[in-house]
C-alpha cells in the first residue's frame, strides 16, 4: 500500500497583541498615534485644572483665569465645559483619519 502522508498543518495565526511592544509596521504606527493622542487629551483635560490649581489667589479658587470673561462666561467654564469636549471629539476624528491613512498604506495589494 502506497501511504500518502498529509499535508502539513498551515503555521497558526499569533494573534497576541502588547501595547508596550507592538510588531513593526502598522501596529506600532497605531501605538504610536494612540500614545501622542492619549498624552495630548490628558494634557488638555488635567493641565488646565492643575493651572487653574497654581493661579488662585485665594482659598475659594478665585484667581485670574476664573475671573477672566469670554463671551459673558467665565473662562474657566468655557475651557472645561465646552473645550474639553470639542477636544475630545476633534481628538477622535484625527485617530480615525490617522487609522484609515494607516490602513490605506500598510493594506495588502490583491
Known sequence: MDKQQA???PPAKDYRVNFFRPR???MRQKVRYTWILLISWAFFTFGFQLLLLLTQRKADGTGRLTETVVLGFPLHYLFSGQFIIVWFIV???LF???VDHLTKLYRKRK
Open 96 to 98: 480615525n483619519l490617522f
Open 91 to 93: 481628538l477622535c476624528l
Open 24 to 26: 513593526p509596521g502598522f
Open 7 to 9: 499535508p502539513p498543518d
